[in-house]
């Protein structure tokens, strides 16, 4: 060690105390050498594949303010697990010795430089921050009890709320307001104070006056001062327990950790699990002296990536099953399908667009900073008991990251972020909803139309942009939302009915009609041969539900969620030129269909097809293709995504009383020449019972089915009215 030796002060190593002189001195001694175990890990240690390579002290030299050490590299380096168990079981005596011996060697691989007068002298080092990083697995937060008190722990969860930045002193000065004395006293780290002492040292001599009792007044510009900033961590929405509110725990960072987190970010977080006296407790504490509120004391923080959400690592056999399973090419689309909600009869195209939805299509970022969303959103809607509460439960089942919310229970805020004052502190945080839990996965948000309108422009951007702004106040930030919606609705009338037009029954605005890539009409038809097989499946998966209970592996319902985790993680795919013409072309024709079937029916349709819908048809087709694990999406899974895209979004557009049993030219013609015919028997302001008018028409050789479908369609476009229990109508002007 440097400088020991100067100026004859021979220095040894050995405890120079017999074992009677206390223990203080030997603590002072073990002390001593785990400062320097410490000093020779940072300056030696190096990994076995790279000998020549000291990692420690060369982040240290590019980076002198922290240090990030894995806890793995202790053990590797000390055999006997002294210096990791230290950590472990005494992290508050042993970090602040690691930082010292941090600091200490940090300021021998500085050279010396020339000072003002020309001198060479040590150059100033600051202190450096030690964070600690592991590969143990994280404890539960519901499992944090009172054994683990002062103990270095690992837990996960999301930040729902961060503080902005106060300045804690670390060393308070002191100044006695009798005899003017001096005094340093030490801050504890984190959120604990510092312990002023009660009577001043000073001897009075005769003549003065003594010194109080507790003399001492703070002097706020002399004491040294850190950043620190509190989050609130909560559990992960897939830990918490059914029917159970998530818990919360108060996390506390210092210097280098301040504002690297923004509320809404998975975090996997190594701390002291500590104790603080609350300021402002709650009234049934108020004479508990013994009592303190937990907290952490952060020392090392992960940010959970999508790409490492729930369990990451997949064992080899397990890749090689997914490999082998999307050999299949084609066949795999169709393998999945089968899988999704298996307890619900047919649907076949609402499996597809949730399996679709399941895998979602690749984010990017263009050069620009400009983000396009890879998530695609489906509203499901239709007449009641079509089975569509069943398909969200089984996404929220699915899905690796899913939050389920019903629509009349959730409020703007509820759905995006809220605003929140803290009680002890009264500062605004900021707490994010459910649109910000679920980043990187799915909301269901059921009875999607009992939503009042208001709540729901608040989903708007978060479907398009995938970001959340807050503007509250005095809080003005940005929340990341990258999730996919599934939303299901019924129509105002609770039942789609078949003679209003698609407008009518779909009553949505159409900005946020154009948001859903796919829209699917679920109809409850009564057709004698499916009825049958229906009741016979349902009657069957009622009879066998307990007898297959044991036989019901639920391993196969993990491998999908693992199967599409694994595929997020692996594979992010992109049109191939020849899908890329190919789709061009088919989007050109549908806005040129779309265009036509407007000029025909003089009005526009209920959903609009915009270059939103082809976004979602590349979405798709690659979705379909991280199915099959490929990273280049081919034209067959362009010709199925239009297909799909077909029978939900197109078949919306053009559902309704103009398609009404597909209109044929010659019948569109023929309602035509009823209309005219219609309107010469009636004048403007005149009225006529319906049945006469009908009789009339059907004299001159008209289809009664036929007047009647003209009449609905005067009476949408208001040019008729019903009067007298619609006996009679009248031409309107």
Request: hydrophobic share 35%; glycine share 6%.
């Amino acid at each position: 060690m440097s400088g020991w030796d100067e100026g004859a002060v021979y220095y040894s190593d050995q405890a120079q105390f017999p074992h009677g002189a206390g223990a203080d001195q030997e603590q002072a001694a073990t002390r001593h050498t785990v400062l320097r175990k410490f000093k020779e890990f940072i300056r030696n240690f190096a990994r076995q594949n790279e000998p020549n390579v000291f990692p420690y002290r060369e982040s240290l030299i590019q980076n002198p303010k922290f240090l990030l050490v894995n806890l793995t590299d202790l053990l590797t380096y000390d055999k006997d697990q002294d210096l990791r168990d230290l950590l472990r079981k005494n992290p508050s005596d042993y970090l602040p010795l690691f930082e010292t011996a941090a600091a200490e060697v940090n300021a021998n691989l500085k050279s010396r430089v020339a000072g003002e007068t020309g001198e060479m002298e040590e150059p100033q080092t600051g202190e450096v921050q030690i964070l600690l990083k592991s590969d143990e697995d994280t404890v539960s937060m519901r499992s944090l009890g009172a054994q683990y008190i002062s103990k270095l722990v690992k837990i996960s969860g999301i930040t729902i709320a961060a503080s902005r930045t106060k300045a804690k002193a670390t060393y308070v000065h002191l100044v006695c307001k009798n005899c003017k004395n001096m005094k340093v006293v030490p801050c504890r780290p984190g959120l604990g104070g510092a312990i002023v002492p009660r009577s001043c040292d000073h001897v009075a001599q005769i003549g003065e006056t003594p010194c109080p009792i507790d003399p001492w007044i703070v002097v706020p510009d002399r004491s040294k001062y850190v950043d620190q900033q509190t989050l609130k961590l909560q559990e992960n929405p897939e830990d918490v327990p059914t029917g159970e509110l998530p818990r919360n725990m108060l996390l506390s960072v210092d210097r280098h950790l301040v504002q690297t987190i923004v509320p809404g970010t998975r975090l996997t977080v190594m701390g002291i699990y500590s104790i603080f006296q609350a300021g402002k407790s709650s009234t049934n504490h108020k004479g508990a002296v013994a009592v303190r509120q937990p907290y952490i004391r952060v020392v090392g923080i992960e940010e959970t990536n999508e790409t490492t959400r729930g369990p990451a690592s997949f064992t080899t056999e397990e890749i090689e099953e997914f490999k082998k399973f999307a050999s299949d090419g084609e066949k795999v689309f169709d393998n999945i399908c089968s899988k999704i909600a298996p307890s619900i009869f047919g649907h076949d195209d609402v499996k597809k667009a949730v399996a679709c939805l399941l895998f979602g299509g690749s984010r990017k970022t263009l050069p620009d900073g400009v983000k396009l969303r890879g998530d695609i959103n489906v509203l499901l809607l239709g007449d009641p008991s079509t089975a569509k509460s069943q398909f969200l439960k089984f996404v929220e089942k699915t899905a690796p990251v899913a939050v389920y919310t019903s629509g009349k229970g959730s409020s703007a805020a509820g759905l995006t972020a809220s605003v929140i004052r803290d009680n002890s502190t009264r500062e605004f945080y900021l707490e994010g909803g459910a649109m910000v839990l679920a980043d990187g996965g799915v909301v269901c948000i059921d009875e999607f139309d009992k939503m009042r309108p208001e709540d729901r422009v608040a989903i708007h951007e978060a479907m398009e942009q995938q970001t959340i702004s807050i503007a509250k106040a005095g809080i003005t930030t940005v929340l990341n939302s990258r999730t996919s919606v599934l939303a299901a609705a019924n129509p105002p009338s609770g039942r789609y009915d078949d003679l209003k037009t698609a407008q009518d029954n779909i009553d949505l605005q159409t900005t946020i009609l154009s948001r859903f890539d796919l829209i699917f009409i679920v109809k409850d038809v009564r057709m004698f041969s499916q009825d049958k097989i229906i009741a016979s499946h349902i009657i069957k998966v009622h009879a066998s539900a307990n007898a297959n209970n044991d036989l019901r592996d639920p391993k196969e319902d993990n491998w999908l969620k693992k199967y599409i985790q694994y595929s997020r993680t692996t594979s992010q795919p992109r049109l191939s030129d020849t899908a890329a013409a190919s789709l061009q072309m088919s989007y050109v024709k549908i806005r040129q269909d779309m265009r036509r079937q407007a000029n025909e029916t003089g009005e526009s349709t209920a959903v609009p097809i915009t270059v939103r819908q082809l976004e979602a048809i590349v979405r798709l087709s690659e979705s379909l293709a991280k199915m099959r694990l490929s990273n280049v999406a081919e034209d067959y899974d362009v010709k199925k995504a239009i297909e799909l895209f077909d029978r939900s979004t197109m078949d919306a557009a053009k559902s309704g009383i103009n398609q009404h049993i597909n209109l044929t030219p010659e019948m569109a013609n023929e309602i035509k020449q009823a209309e005219s015919q219609i309107k010469r028997r009636m004048g403007i302001g005149n009225h006529i019972s319906e049945r006469k008018l009908i009789d009339e028409l059907t004299r001159i050789g008209l289809n009664e089915s036929i007047v009647r479908r003209a009449l609905i369609i005067m009476h949408q476009r208001d040019e008729v009215e019903y009067k007298r229990e619609k006996r009679i109508i009248v031409r309107k002007a």
